[in-house]
């Protein structure tokens, strides 16, 4: 049996660690784009909190974000090396925004879909700096502290991993444009109406289906406005009859949940920009859907 002093020094530390909470997620969950790895290491940063001299902590806020930040990163490096024997494309793990549109952070950065696909090229520290500069407002000087680096060095890596961005995506556009658009499309794709999807097409868009081998998700991207609206045209057929579609939130963006017999087998994001829709995500395994679903239903 602990003293009282024990109980209520456990106590200070657990009201302490659930008021981070919200950020120590949001943190994990960006650099690793899986929030079930999210999840494995915000339970980590608790266990590690338990056992440190927390009368020596100053800053209990910024020691968490930064335990958290180098176990992602550490996780991160395992799972790029995973991720290279995994079936087909690999696309993030989305997660329902509506309860925290930001989650956890001071904006709501580096959370759609498409960006954390693509910080999914960076390396993990550059993706740790990126994010918690861009999405967290960490000054440089305390991301250097948190990731053992010059602050020099955090300013470089923040810069790269922007241009990086700004280079492989556009604007974005509005929400409202964003849900028209996916309407639209998704008419077009039931229908195989080659023209329309043509029209809603960027001329080098791309498509990504993740079905992490176990679903009949296509094993290979397919590229450029030609490609894509003819197999999306061709398999309208063998895809769509019997499917519920439910209009969602995923990541901060208007998206569609896929479903069949009441069971979801495809959750389909859009990036779109005004050129039209760049990138079609299609989220298709069900060790990815199954916890986004039941977080739609909790």
């Not at 958290?68 to 991160?76: F, G, K, M, S």
């Not at 305390?142 to 990731?147: D, K, V």
Request: hydrophobic residues 45%.
């Amino acid at each position: 049996m602990g003293t009282e002093d024990d109980s209520d020094t456990l106590g200070d530390a657990t009201r302490t660690f659930l008021a981070a909470r919200p950020q120590l997620f949001g943190i994990a969950y960006r650099v690793l784009g899986s929030a079930t790895e999210a999840e494995d290491i915000v339970q980590e940063a608790w266990l590690r909190w338990q056992n440190t001299d927390r009368g020596a902590v100053r800053e209990p806020a910024a020691f968490l974000a930064t335990v958290t930040a180098r176990l992602a990163i550490n996780l991160a490096r395992s799972a790029r090396v995973r991720r290279e024997s995994y079936v087909g494309p690999w696309l993030p793990e989305p997660v329902d925004t509506r309860a925290d549109p930001q989650l956890g952070a001071e904006r709501a950065e580096a959370l759609d879909m498409a960006v954390l696909f693509l910080l999914e090229k960076l390396n993990p520290v550059e993706r740790a700096a990126y994010v918690l500069r861009e999405a967290f407002d960490h000054p440089y000087p305390q991301i250097a502290q948190m990731l053992e680096l010059s602050e020099a060095n955090a300013r470089q890596l923040v810069s790269r991993a922007r241009r990086h961005l700004s280079s492989d995506r556009r604007r974005p556009v509005e929400p409202a444009a964003h849900r028209r658009l996916t309407e639209v499309f998704l008419t077009a794709a039931q229908t195989g109406d080659l023209a329309v999807l043509e029209g809603l097409l960027a001329e080098d868009v791309a498509s990504y289906s993740d079905g992490g081998g176990v679903r009949g998700a296509s094993r290979i991207p397919v590229f450029g406005r030609r490609h894509v609206s003819r197999y999306l045209a061709a398999f309208a057929p063998r895809f769509w009859p019997g499917k519920d579609i439910r209009p969602v939130e995923a990541n901060g963006v208007p998206a569609a949940l896929v479903l069949a017999d009441g069971q979801a087998v495809a959750l389909l994001c859009l990036d779109a920009s005004e050129r039209g829709i760049e990138r079609l995500m299609w989220v298709m395994s069900p060790r990815k859907l199954a916890p986004y679903v039941a977080s739609l239903d909790a």
